[in-house]
């Protein structure tokens, strides 16, 4: 019979969480870890679970953990001992990540922020949907949609300091209060509004160019 040593800390798992580290960020941007926080996301596993389930050696799930570990994206959550055997569960420490390269060039000076990065490439996919933006007016786009995710960041590092997880048992509820209050701040923030008008006199300009 297993022997069960801790206790699940399921409770202090996080609703969201906005992550500003840049190596913490650099890691969110490799594949095999997007495929070990998806799992971990959703429910607690060991490292011979993970290795199993993504057709990887162990050796391999083991480092990324103690890296995820290190970085406050994962903990582990109980132990299992059969006879000589220990074996350890892990989870996220968040249901959802969300990255804030806002002091990323500050931290990590040299280095290519991967959120200036991932903004490139989401104005390069507007053209799908009907917008021609003329090159002039590209910086000022991606500037404001960099103000943009800044801010709204910033909401949410304050939504989370409520701490609903940890007097709400029903997982449910927490996610969709979480939801409604991310939607009741975006709406009320004079800042954000200011933003998005500026966005979308770009994008409704370069509509039919």
Do not use: C, W
Not at 21 to 31: Q, V
Not at 32 to 47: G, N, P, Y
Not at 126 to 149: M, N, Q
Not at 198 to 209: K, N, P, S, V
């Amino acid at each position: 019979m297993p022997q069960m040593n801790g206790e699940s800390k399921g409770s202090k798992i996080k609703e969201i969480m906005v992550i500003d580290d840049p190596d913490a960020i650099k890691l969110m941007f490799k594949d095999r870890f997007i495929e070990i926080i998806e799992i971990l996301q959703a429910r607690e596993s060991s490292v011979s679970e993970l290795a199993k389930a993504l057709g990887v050696n162990p050796g391999s799930i083991h480092y990324y953990l103690k890296e995820m570990e290190r970085l406050g994206l994962a903990i582990q959550v109980r132990e299992e001992v059969k006879g000589n055997i220990v074996k350890k569960y892990y989870r996220a420490t968040a249901r959802n990540f969300y990255l804030d390269g806002s002091r990323f060039n500050v931290a990590s000076p040299g280095d290519i922020n991967p959120m200036e990065d991932f903004i490139d490439r989401l104005m390069g996919t507007i053209t799908h949907f009907g917008y021609d933006l003329p090159d002039e007016r590209s910086e000022a786009l991606k500037a404001s949609l960099l103000k943009y995710d800044r801010r709204k960041k910033e909401i949410l590092r304050e939504i989370q300091q409520a701490g609903l997880e940890n007097v709400e048992q029903d997982g449910q509820v927490v996610s969709d209060a979480y939801h409604v209050a991310i939607i009741l701040r975006e709406i009320e923030d004079e800042e954000l509004n200011a933003v998005r008008n500026e966005i979308r006199e770009l994008l409704t300009d370069a509509r039919g160019h």
